[in-house]
């Protein structure tokens, strides 16, 4: 045996531990998701029904006005559904009679009596002051993306991405994301449904069986393609 051997291996580990790459330090890079945010702003989405002194009914296309902001309301709404009748105008009898029609109407097209709320708001001087509907949404506003042609792909001297890359991905989903406000926060938890929790405890104090029932129609058949 070479008695040099020990020494080459010792060497070798020698080298091997200088060759180590260090840790680096500082902040960690920002991802695609950092560098290219979403930013989601609260806004308000409002319809106005025209309101005259001698209207006693709301027009059908009023009511097809309003159907149709419920809808909207039911989908993309947060907080209560406003109703801001006029004040003091040459038309207040008619806007209140017109505003709980208003309010049935929303409430025939799905939307809850109580996230209605009632308000008023000053009309003097206005002949025909027109019932306000108005509620709170989010809106999802994409980044901006620097074009290819402004960046050189092929020659990153850092090793790392270029300027816009994840931008495309991330204005897809800020035009696709349903409800903004889910880039803010959580969605809160429905309450548990429980029925069916309580009738397989039911069953597995009383030995019976806890699963559905099962039919002779139940049946597994392994293919043999792979054989």
Same mark, same amino acid.
């Given at each position: 045996m070479n008695s040099r051997l020990p020494l080459i291996l010792a060497s070798l580990g020698a080298l091997s531990a200088?060759?180590?790459? /260090?840790?680096? *330090?500082?902040? /960690?890079?920002?991802?695609?998701m950092d560098r290219h945010r979403i930013e989601v702003a609260q806004t308000s989405e409002r319809?106005?029904? /025209?309101? *005259?002194?001698?209207?006693?009914?709301?027009?059908p296309e009023a009511r097809e006005s309003l159907e149709s902001f419920a809808a909207?309301?039911?989908?993309?709404?947060?907080?209560?559904?406003?109703?801001?009748?006029?004040?003091?105008?040459?038309?207040?009898?008619?806007?209140?009679v017109l505003a709980h029609q208003t309010r049935m109407s929303l409430v025939e097209a799905g939307v809850s009596y109580a996230a209605v709320a009632g308000a008023t708001y000053d009309a003097s001087g206005e002949a025909a002051a027109p019932i306000i509907v108005s509620f709170d949404r989010f809106e999802a506003q994409a980044p901006d993306c620097a074009p290819l042609y402004e960046q050189d792909l092929a020659h990153q001297s850092n090793n790392q991405a270029w300027d816009s890359f994840g931008c495309a991905t991330q204005a897809n989903l800020a035009a696709m994301i349903e409800d903004p406000r889910d880039l803010l926060e959580p969605r809160a938890e429905d309450p548990r449904d429980s029925a069916r929790r309580d009738t397989v405890m039911q069953a597995y104090r009383a030995g019976q069986q806890?699963?559905?029932?099962?039919?002779?129609?139940?049946r597994i058949t392994i293919s043999n393609a792979a054989q």
């Open positions: 200088c060759a180590s790459v /260090p840790t680096p *330090k500082g902040p /960690p890079l920002a991802s695609a319809v106005e029904i /025209p309101v *005259k002194a001698d209207d006693s009914e709301l027009s909207s309301y039911l989908r993309y709404g947060h907080g209560a559904l406003v109703l801001s009748a006029p004040s003091g105008g040459a038309n207040a009898d008619a806007a209140s806890t699963h559905a029932p099962r039919s002779d129609d139940e």
